[in-house]
Structures are given as C-alpha cells and as structure tokens.
C-alpha cells in the first residue's frame, strides 16, 4: 500500500465494495475488476491496495475481529468509581454479543475465512480471546486479592475454564435474537460465571473499577462496512 488507509480515500471504499459483492455474489464468483468497478476506481488501483481479493477478504476479519479486541481496552477506559465487577464482565459479554449481531452480514465470510489456504483467522481470533479473557483475569486478580474469590482455585485455569463457557455461547449465538433474548443470555452467562469463581453474591461485590493505566485512549476500530 502507497498510503495508509487513513491518507487514501480509494482504501476504504474497495473494502466496502469487495464485501458488498462477497456478500452479494460469492467470494468465488467475485473478481477484483468487478471490486473496481463497484468502488469506482480502476484497477490498477485495487492492486495498489490489496494484492488479491484474498488479502481484501483478510482485511476485512481484522477489521471485524479488531473490535473484539477494543471491547476491553473501552470498558477499561469508560470504567466509573461505581462499577463492580460484575457490572464490567456482565458490559463485555453484552458487547461481544452485540457486536457480533451487528455484524450479522459476515457470516458467511467468517466462515469462509476460517477454511482458506493461509487464512488469519487463527491467529487473529486468538488475538481477540487473549484481549476479552486477559481483561477479566485482570479483574479476578483484583478482587482476589480483596478476598473475593472461592478458596481453594487455581485463578488463572479456573479463569480460563470458566471463559471458555462464554467463549462457546457468543461464537454461537443466535445473530437473529431480539434484545431482550440478548439480555437473558449476557445475565445468564455472567451470573455462571460468577457463581464459579466468586464466594460472594453480585449485589455484594463492592464499587470501584480497576486502576487504569497510563497510556493515550485506544483508536475506535474502523466498523466493517454494513451491507
């Protein structure tokens, strides 16, 4: 690429038209002059930006994976005096699930994805589980040293165990579900997971969020484009 994405105008709109006509078309049947023309550039141009519709398929899971990853950098930063930690998994949950509904269109690229030649999917999934679960491991590891959690666990395999649940549940969650499903499910999944590592009741989780560090606001992820 000649410009980063933010100093070329052409970048964006060829993202969008490859997954308009993924979506649309078929990664298959899609063709890079046929991105061209949907994003009203030559072809020369698409070139110059992505090497083949490959690397655009690509680019547009990191986009849609990058936003799992911001969900804890967010909640860390939006983090108020009166939240407990319930409160902050119960937000990422939600988020996670959301986001995901949100995306509903790239399902079917998603899937694609993880089944190509040298896809990143992996390692880019994988990047976004180490950031959701790397956040609540931080906040066990603060309550327990306020003694909030059950005696007798090993925090970081019961952590992981216990994320694995929510892990599964938004990997596969209904995209179609209505708001008020979506609510049942984030309550649901966090009171499980509480009840697993926690000896106390949520409404008696004290207040506080967890000590911020000193370092600039993440950049928002670029949202794939909507279909």
């Known amino acids: 690429m000649v410009d980063t994405p933010e100093q070329n105008p052409s970048y964006q709109r060829i993202l969008d038209a490859g997954q308009e006509l993924f ?7 899609t063709s890079m002059e046929a991105i061209a023309r949907r994003a009203k550039v030559v072809r020369s141009t698409v070139y110059n930006n992505f090497q083949d519709k490959e690397a655009i398929l690509a680019e547009l899971m990191r986009a849609y994976v990058e936003g799992y990853v911001e969900i804890p950098s967010r909640l860390r930063e939006q983090a108020r005096p009166e939240q407990t930690s319930f409160e902050l998994i119960e937000a990422m949950i939600a988020e996670a699930i959301l986001w995901r509904i949100e995306n509903a269109e790239l399902r079917p690229l998603i899937d694609l994805s993880k089944h190509l030649p040298n896809s990143p999917w992996g390692p880019l999934n994988d990047a976004a589980d180490a950031a959701m679960l790397g956040w609540i491991v931080e906040i066990h590891r603060h309550d327990a040293k306020l003694g909030l959690i059950r005696d007798g666990l090993d925090l970081d395999f019961a952590t992981t165990a216990a994320y694995s649940m929510i892990e599964s549940v938004i990997a596969s969650f209904d995209v179609g579900a209505s708001r ?15 009840h697993a590592l926690y000896r ?15 370092r600039k606001a993440p950049r928002q992820p670029r949202r794939p484009a909507r279909a």
Do not use: C, D, N, Y
């Open 200 to 214: 106390i009741e949520p409404e008696e989780a004290p207040a506080g969020s967890l000590p911020r560090p000193r």
């Open 180 to 194: 008020a499903r979506v609510a049942e499910a984030v309550r649901q999944l966090t009171l499980m997971h509480w």
């Open 23 to 29: 979506i649309e078309k078929g990664f298959p049947a």
